[in-house]
């Protein structure tokens, strides 16, 4: 296997690292300040103005969609040092390149399984970031880690299928410009357990969907929301199903790989961010004569840090391969296994940094606090650690029976 950059992932990521250095992280401060004017009231979820700056500049350069093959001709492993440097700046620099959670999800889920209505109706304006999305499969009133779960009833009725049910955790759904929901539910409670659930669009403005409330992840309430919403006879049109009925549970499945690898790569660049910030704040700080970067113990934090980085990243760029060799579903003992690494690497670098930076290092002053609140998140996101723990497990057993 060789990870040697590319001349195209060399040229994609050099551009993106500039365009983080010029224009993303100098508009963060931008950013943060318009959101906290509005914050508690109804503009509270609006998108500050500067993003929609940010993505005109990021078309000019070249830099969109590339997280999707068919769009930017990159491969995964290609991709993976871009995305990398997005995770530099989470908030903002995935979503002026079009390659943000959970529409990347969504716009893959689309390109494999919708129909040519459908992809025009949606893929094609998520694709320009016109609109957003949201992926609505989690229930609170159930362990939504195991899939089949799930009690979102699906029913046909006539030419349409009607909707009843919960869903929490619905990222993105606060944003005005989400416009459309893929939901999971149960069409035939009766078939084996993998064949029961089937996905199907639902636009944001079918009567019957209600957005409960947002959700803020360790008191952080994101732009784009995560949200309880209410199903309640939603009917929609049956040729609105995305694949076949029973077909729900492969589709996450296809949908979730490259999703959560997505997540990986940015989550090392948080890592880099937070060991970044570690140094500086070292180097700057004296404490009992002299600089926090000559003592020791700071030193085994930045050591262990830079060690911990590397190795998720080396299984990242392996995973990465692997999917452009044999697809999502060859690699999914290493997809599983990087979901648990690089979020807990992340936590990890991120307290020490937090440590290293005293006070100012819980305090919004710097971005640590909410690095560190999300990247607590991923580890829970797209299937909590134990689930992939066991995934790996069983490979490991299969392989050796």
């Given at each position: 296997?060789?990870?040697?950059?590319?001349?195209?992932?060399?040229?994609?990521?050099?551009?993106?690292?500039?365009?983080?250095?010029?224009?993303?992280?100098?508009?963060?401060?931008?950013y943060d300040a318009w959101r906290e004017e509005r914050?508690?009231?109804?503009?509270?979820?609006?998108?500050?103005?500067?993003?929609?700056?940010?993505?005109?500049?990021?078309?000019?350069?070249?830099?969109?969609?590339?997280?999707?093959?068919?769009?930017?001709?990159?491969?995964?492993?290609?991709?993976?040092?871009?995305?990398?440097?997005?995770?530099?700046?989470?908030?903002?620099?995935?979503?002026?390149?079009?390659?943000?959670?959970?529409?990347?999800?969504?716009?893959?889920?689309?390109?494999?399984?919708?129909?040519?209505?459908?992809?025009?109706?949606?893929?094609?304006?998520?694709?320009?970031?016109?609109?957003?999305?949201?992926?609505?499969?989690?229930?609170?009133?159930?362990?939504?880690?195991?899939?089949?779960?799930?009690?979102?009833?699906?029913?046909?009725?006539?030419?349409?299928?009607v909707i009843n049910g919960t869903k929490w955790w619905?990222?993105?759904?606060?944003?005005?410009?989400?416009?459309?929901?893929?939901?999971?539910?149960?069409?035939?409670?009766?078939?084996?357990?993998?064949?029961?659930?089937?996905?199907?669009?639902?636009?944001?403005?079918?009567?019957?969907?209600?957005?409960?409330?947002?959700?803020?992840?360790?008191?952080?309430?994101?732009?784009?929301?995560?949200?309880?919403?209410?199903?309640?006879?939603?009917?929609?049109?049956?040729?609105?199903?995305?694949?076949?009925?029973?077909?729900?549970?492969?589709?996450?499945?296809?949908?979730?790989?490259?999703?959560?690898?997505?997540?990986?790569?940015?989550?090392?660049?948080?890592?880099?961010?937070?060991?970044?910030?570690?140094?500086?704040?070292?180097?700057?700080?004296?404490?009992?004569?002299?600089?926090?970067?000559?003592?020791?113990?700071?030193?085994?934090?930045?050591?262990?840090?830079?060690?911990?980085?590397?190795?998720?990243?080396?299984?990242?760029?392996?995973?990465?391969?692997?999917?452009?060799?044999?697809?999502?579903?060859?690699?999914?003992?290493?997809?599983?296994?990087?979901?648990?690494?690089?979020?807990?690497?992340?936590?990890?670098?991120?307290?020490?940094?937090?440590?290293?930076?005293?006070?100012?290092?819980?305090?919004?002053?710097?971005?640590?606090?909410?690095?560190?609140?999300?990247?607590?998140?991923?580890?829970?996101?797209?299937?909590?650690?134990?689930?992939?723990?066991?995934?790996?497990?069983?490979?490991?057993?299969?392989?050796?029976?």
């Amino acid at each position: 296997m060789d990870f040697a950059p590319s001349a195209v992932a060399d040229d994609y990521t050099k551009r993106m690292r500039a365009f983080l250095d010029e224009s993303i992280l100098p508009a963060e401060a931008e950013y943060d300040a318009w959101r906290e004017e509005r914050r508690g009231t109804p503009a509270e979820h609006d998108l500050p103005p500067v993003v929609e700056t940010l993505k005109a500049e990021a078309r000019e350069r070249g830099l969109w969609n590339l997280f999707l093959p068919a769009e930017s001709g990159l491969s995964n492993l290609e991709y993976a040092p871009v995305a990398e440097v997005t995770g530099w700046s989470p908030v903002i620099a995935p979503e002026v390149i079009n390659c943000q959670a959970p529409d990347t999800g969504n716009m893959e889920t689309l390109h494999l399984f919708g129909t040519a209505e459908q992809k025009q109706d949606w893929l094609t304006p998520l694709l320009a970031g016109e609109i957003r999305s949201a992926f609505a499969m989690t229930e609170p009133a159930v362990a939504s880690s195991d899939a089949t779960n799930i009690t979102t009833s699906i029913r046909r009725d006539g030419d349409d299928y009607v909707i009843n049910g919960t869903k929490w955790w619905i990222s993105g759904a606060s944003d005005p410009r989400c416009q459309i929901f893929i939901v999971m539910g149960k069409t035939d409670p009766e078939a084996s357990a993998h064949r029961q659930q089937s996905m199907i669009l639902v636009p944001r403005d079918t009567p019957g969907l209600t957005i409960t409330r947002p959700l803020p992840v360790f008191g952080y309430q994101d732009q784009h929301g995560h949200c309880e919403i209410e199903l309640d006879d939603v009917r929609v049109p049956a040729s609105n199903l995305l694949g076949e009925e029973g077909g729900g549970f492969a589709i996450a499945q296809a949908r979730l790989g490259p999703g959560r690898i997505h997540h990986c790569m940015r989550l090392i660049g948080m890592a880099e961010r937070a060991l970044d910030a570690m140094v500086r704040r070292a180097n700057d700080r004296v404490a009992f004569g002299k600089p926090l970067a000559a003592q020791g113990v700071v030193q085994e934090q930045i050591a262990e840090s830079r060690i911990e980085i590397e190795q998720a990243r080396l299984l990242v760029l392996k995973t990465a391969y692997l999917i452009d060799e044999v697809g999502a579903r060859g690699a999914a003992s290493e997809i599983a296994a990087i979901k648990v690494i690089c979020p807990r690497m992340a936590c990890g670098v991120i307290d020490r940094a937090i440590q290293v930076h005293g006070g100012g290092g819980v305090s919004d002053d710097f971005p640590l606090a909410y690095a560190y609140a999300w990247a607590r998140a991923l580890r829970l996101a797209d299937g909590p650690d134990e689930v992939h723990l066991r995934s790996v497990a069983r490979q490991e057993v299969k392989s050796r029976s």
